[in-house]
């Protein structure tokens, strides 16, 4: 390839990064020719007259396509960032307004900011008269929101308004349901999950109603859709709107940026570096820690040590090298210890970008909908100063409701985002944990920030979470201030979710007219709004899929040309990809998932139906064959009545929407109020409120720490107060999973003979045990501090398998790795990582690297005979399990449009079920949404990909780029690399690692 030989202003950057191979892979994408077409003579007189007026004078190949199809033909346009998707839906969506004036157009979008844009785009056509159009969401005032619905013929809005202030009041919204014809879908990417398959039933209850209010016409309303690039277009807008016949565009026309790409990993710690040998130390102070409740009774513990004493390794001796007793619980039914669980922690959706509005809410009999409100869990509250269901009533300290707070603010709310997601911002967290090999992420990326805006690079930086968004933001501003450049330093702004409609779009109005040069944001900037010419963009850390990652690319590219950096972070996923930049830079992007039957979902959007019209068969359309099967069993549940053939809600049930938030598949939320204000600065999921708001935890909101008083899930209240001590809190768990339903099961071939592979229903039971505080800084143990929670519930998918055969030995004569433990390797040994792999390596207290006492050449236990499997030492059965679950959790993402967030996992030496030891992976998400499904179908690619990636790691004995995790609810104990390695050597497939067919 040639030496390119322009100036680029980011060249010193990547210059630095090559210097000490921080750099670690480059790319190019060259520029692309657009292909364009002429604009069809057949449009309406008066959009051929508006393209001219915005100088358009030619169509992208993909433009013309859309606009060439049939006037009723729904369809999908997927092309890349920056390719003019949004003239492709709005040249058919304003013919059809101009073709018949009294029609309606609704433009769905999953942001506010989005919907701002595309009003400020519509209007650039030049039509007042012709495009009446109006944002229908939070921000609207009430007093006019009467006149949107009378005069609007372009309404935008996004899916929570349409689902609680649109579709529950079909009475005040018939005139407009009765005149739709077009429905734009727009980032259809986003829509996948649990949001997804919410949306998907919102609308499925948008097509019922609009088919109600036109009964007799000929014409259905005309679906069309936008989305990123994903694997899937066609059926994923096929599951989001329930209709078969969408067309595919994707045949991009636009001219392509020339685009430079690095992939960037942060360098190591020296072994004389400060950090490295504080993390070193306390790791060597942790180890030394007695046990909780040891006979000298010092001090507490590290919270790793509670399992110790609470449940049994399942060492044949139940004692330690330490000559401590471990012993777990008594078991009256059988001699020994209870069986291990070790569970990876629980999953999160991530509330991306929620967009709810209180007044939405209302729903009085006979009355507007202004002059009622209802408060977060759909509880009425008058719309007087003053009211609402507050502190006084909820218990939970101070005199400020959110009714109050709604007038307030004239009326409104921005609730953009209803409060930080704790999983994510853990992520951050994490990088506290002594051990730590890697300088941090967010540290690289403000540095790399600031240089890149010193050198009049305009930069855009993508972080997960709302707390990176500022620390980031923070550094570069301060970097730019040291050097003497406090002017450059006002031009870096953080844009995130939770902060005031007016702040935000102030802040939208800097970026577009180019007076910032560097903006730090979560997804809130990731899809299509118009924020100016960019030069370059920074992804820190893996996004989640690589959709996201190319979309976040798109936004780079000002002059034809542009830079895409991806800064790694220390998760084992993170690193993967820098051992495998090629791999990673080729990955074809992911198939988007979503599941609108799942029952905790799609029944209360039944329900929902049934209050915005009764449901009779005329439904089958919209809900699909099995919609009597579902109202039966609302009837059943005593939430709907049946009276000749239609189904209607019982009396006074309530207002439905009211309880159904769309990004969570749980409807019950705990709100999070600080106790010195009485202001609600958030809400957390009822399910995930004992690990996240637990009395004694510290909470991270909007870059703010706070401390938990207390915990009250019967009142759904969690008092906090500003923090400004110097610790974090991790939460000690127990998971218990238990298997309702096999749907699937299949024997693995794998090289140490058949496993059993399962795929099924199954109830999440998670207690929280106690939670340890650590310091910031060097993650030091402080104490131990045990909390009494009940436990939470849930129904979910999972994938679980069941290795015993392969740990406990026998194996099948002269399979591969029968004859590798007979000898066949010999007696020398290799160093686990950067190649090597367990084989020939000891899994035992004496460390990796060398053989123990009665082990057998490869390091797995005593020598066996021909044609048999070592079987593990007992003592680190639950190490490898542990660790191989860790690992496979890590991977899953590169074969569901996932991350590690969206699962969880469980591994126990003696499941109660399946009698042996047991891997489980299942779905974060109640009911679950494909993820599992998925899993089961490429188990041998998934086992592979987990082997791989700890084969490859370079550390010792386990790290965070490999085996640990940031969720464990565990806190990564036990975890056994070199044996978990094996483990997944055993599970390789006799033939191809491709699944079934």
Sequence with gaps: MARRTSYDPWRPVLDA?????????????????????????TLHPRLLDALAHRGIDGLYAHQAAAVALPPTQPFVVTTGTASGKSLAFQLPAIEALLREPRSRALFLYPTKALAQDQARSLSSFGLPRELRVAIYDGDTPREARKDVRSRTNVLLTNPDMLHVGILPRPDLWADFLSRLRVVVVDEA????????????????????LAERHQEGRIDPVRFMAATATIANPVEHVRALTGLDDVALIDEDGSPGTARQIAMWNPPMFDEDDDQHATAARVRSENASLPLLGAPDGRGAAPLADLDRADVDRADDDRTGLDGVDRAGPADLNHDGPLPTVHPAGDASDTDDEADRDLAAYATAEGLPDDEVWFDDFGQPVPAGPGAGSGAADGGAGGDRSAADALQAAGGTVDLDSPGSNPDVELLDASELIAGRVRKSALTEAGEMLADLVEAEVRTIVFIRSRKGVEVVAQIAQDLLEERGRKDLARTVIGYRAGYTSGQRHELEARLVNGQVRGVVTTTALELGIDIGALDACVVVTFPGTVASLRQMWGRAGRRGKGLAVYIAGEDALDQYFCRHPDEFLDRPVEAAILHHENPSIHLPHLLCAAYEAPIDARDERAFGPNWRAHAEELVARGDLRERRGAFRPVEGHGFPAGEIGLRSASGQRVVIVDGTTG??????EEDKAPATVHEGAVYLHQGQKYEVQGLDLESGYAVVEPFAGNWWTEPKREIEVLFERLLDRREVETAGGPMRLSYGRVTVTDTVL??????????????????????????????????????????????????AAAGALGAGTAPVGAGG???????????PGTVGPGMGASGVGPGPGVGELAPFPTEHVLGALHAAEHAQIAVLPLLAMCDRWDVGGLSTNLHPQTAGPTIIVYEGHVGGVGIARQAYDRFEAWAADARRMIEECPCESGCPSCVQSPKCGNLNEPLHKAAALELLERLQPAGPADGPA
């Design 679 to 684: 202001e609600e600065i958030g809400h957390v």
């Design 837 to 847: 792999t367990a084989r020939g390596t000891t899994v035992d207290e004496n460390g």
């Design 17 to 41: 990064g090559r210097e000490d191979d921080r750099l670690v892979r480059e790319a190019y994408e060259g520029a692309r020719a657009p292909r364009i077409s002429a604009v069809p003579e």
């Design 189 to 208: 990417h986003v829509y996948r999950g649990v949001f997804g398959s919410h949306v998907s039933n919102v609308l499925r209850r948008l097509r019922r």
């Design 770 to 819: 106690g939670y340890q505080r650590r310091k910031q800084g060097s993650g030091e143990v402080i104490d131990l501090r045990t909390v009494d929670l009940p436990s939470v519930n849930f129904q979910t998918e999972a994938v679980w398998y069941e290795p015993g055969d392969l740990i406990h030995g026998g194996g099948v004569p002269g399979s591969p790795l029968a004859a």
